[in-house]
Nanobody, 124 residues
Framework: QVQLVESGGGLVQAGGSLRLSCAASGRTFSSYAMGWFRQAPGKEREFVAVISRLGIITSYADSVKGRFTISRDNANKTVYLRMNSLKAEDTAVYHC?????????????????WGQGTQVTVSS
């Protein structure tokens, strides 16, 4: 129903910035709340941010609040995650996910569609 492809990851020094993109296929993109999650090796998948279907409501994990910004461009069927002031602790594979219920949830099992992820590595 929807396919998601992340891009924009890479290697960056602590204090640097990256912008991740999540491109969606299909014509129903604006019907989904969109979230970003991350997973480091040996750790549980962790909520990062979520944005409502029209972009009016956003929510962030405490660990990234004030540093990361989620946004969306429904006309272009893309969700973004701007990451500033990156820390070594931000190193992870970042996944975007779609929730057709638009619940703005913070649990991974509330999202039905997932991208393959993009690696972000922050060096100290």
């Amino acid at each position: 129903q929807v396919q998601l492809v992340e891009s924009g990851g890479g290697l960056v020094q602590a204090g640097g910035s990256l912008r991740l993109s999540c491109a969606a296929s299909g014509r129903t993109f604006s019907s989904y709340a969109m979230g970003w999650f991350r997973q480091a090796p040996g750790k549980e998948r962790e909520f990062v941010a979520v944005i409502s279907r029209l972009g009016i409501i956003t929510s962030y994990a405490d660990s990234v609040k004030g540093r990361f910004t989620i946004s969306r461009d429904n006309a272009n069927k893309t969700v973004y995650l701007r990451m500033n002031s990156l820390k070594a602790e931000d190193t992870a594979v970042y996944h975007c996910a779609a929730d057709d219920q638009n619940t703005l949830g913070r649990e991974a099992n509330e999202y039905g569609y997932w991208g393959q992820g993009t690696q972000v590595t922050v060096s100290s």
